[in-house]
T-cell receptor
Framework: RKEVEQDPGPFNVPEGATVAFNCTYS??????FFWYRQDCRKEPKLLMS???SGNEDGRFTAQLNRASQYISLLIRDSKLSDSATYLC????????????FGSGTRLLVRP | EADIYQTPRYLVIGTGKKITLECSQT?????MYWYQQDPGMELHLIHY???????EKGDLSSESTVSRIRTEHFPLTLESARPSHTSQYLC??????????FGPGTRLTVL
């Protein structure tokens, strides 16, 4: 079993739609959680950190469920520019400065 | 965002050549990382450093080596490039938190 698991997608949605991604992680001792965005052939870029109480940044909302060990990302009012791969990222329990990257969920937003 | 730079951005080279991929950051971050990523696949940690004169191997076995003589500089060297080394190499850094910031990557092709 992978340490961080994501549905690879692709999620194909129309502009304006709301879309949600989930991610599960295996190590209950992990403490830091992130969503990164990666465009094709580009480097990953931090989208948002995920806090225990949940957090929102504009159209993006991240939630953490420690009991079930999953993280979610909700994107409201999808834009064409949201098309990318979204990486779920969790810190390793053995070292808080090393991260485990999921293989990503691909989102395609169509006109 | 961290200012982190990688050169070259693209490199096409013949088998057996020695190459060095450069990575530098201007944020004074102690921790730096090298990842390898094939198209459509997840990132794999190949080397990391928590400070000057500190280097460790990552999860994915790699024939490359790294050095950390200065805080801002974390070069990766392949003594004898092979076609199996063809991949994208991404450098990242972070400060006191777990958030990692990535450079633009070097896309290496070994013929």
């Amino acid at each position: 079993r992978k340490e961080v698991e994501q549905d690879p997608g692709p999620f194909n949605v129309p502009e304006g739609a709301t879309v949600a991604f989930n991610c599960t992680y295996s190590n209950s001792a992990s403490q830091s959680f992130f969503w990164y965005r990666q465009d094709c052939r580009k480097e990953p870029k931090l989208l948002m950190s995920v806090y225990s109480s949940g957090n929102e940044d504009g159209r993006f909302t991240a939630q953490l469920n420690r009991a079930s060990q999953y993280i979610s990302l909700l994107i409201r009012d999808s834009k064409l520019s949201d098309s990318a791969t979204y990486l779920c990222v969790v810190n390793r329990a053995d070292s808080s400065y090393k991260l485990i990257f999921g293989s990503g969920t691909r989102l395609l937003v169509r006109p | 965002e961290a200012d982190i730079y990688q050169t070259p951005r693209y490199l096409v080279i013949g088998t057996g050549k020695k190459i060095t991929l450069e990575c530098s950051q201007t944020m004074g971050h102690d921790k730096m990382y090298w990842y390898q990523q094939d198209p459509g696949m997840e990132l794999h940690l190949i080397h990391y450093s928590y400070g000057v004169n500190s280097t460790e191997k990552g999860d994915l076995s790699s024939e490359s080596t790294v050095s950390r003589i200065r805080t801002e500089h974390f070069p990766l060297t392949l003594e004898s490039a092979r076609p199996s080394h063809t991949s994208q190499y991404l450098c990242a850094s972070c400060s006191g938190t777990d958030t990692q910031y990535f450079g633009p990557g070097t896309r290496l092709t070994v013929l």
